[in-house]
């Protein structure tokens, strides 16, 4: 996973591989263990997350289950699919329910 990413991109993909089934749930903790094991940048601290699963709930692809101090547990709304832009040619991480635009250039796909 590219460390260049934007961290919202990279938590789709995550989310995607390890999480995409609706009856799963995942806390805030195990997606920032697998971004700091893939090179997040160790200044970043779970506190710095909280905006970006913020985005990606407000953008409908997570729904918040319960909370424990800084521990988040979440759902997927939707099955999320991999689709390719054919704008870019990025993958893109987009739950079922989501408009088709690329997180990456905006297209439509």
């Known amino acids: 996973m590219s460390n260049q990413e934007p961290i919202p991109l990279q ?3 995550i989310i995607f ?3 995409n089934d609706v009856n799963l749930r995942f806390t805030n903790d195990e997606i920032f263990e697998v971004l700091k094991n893939d090179g997040l940048d160790d200044s970043i601290t779970i506190d710095d997350m909280e905006p970006h699963f913020k985005q990606l709930h407000d953008e409908g692809l997570i729904r918040p289950i319960a909370q424990n101090f800084t521990t988040q547990w979440f759902k997927i709304f939707e099955i999320i699919e991999r689709l390719k832009c054919k704008s ?3 993958d893109v991480y987009l739950g079922k329910l989501e408009p088709r ?3 990456h ?3 439509s796909i």
């Open 88 to 90: 870019c040619g990025q």
């Open 11 to 13: 938590i789709r993909k």
């Open 101 to 103: 635009t690329c997180n």
């Open 17 to 19: 591989e390890k999480f």
């Open 105 to 107: 250039c905006n297209a």
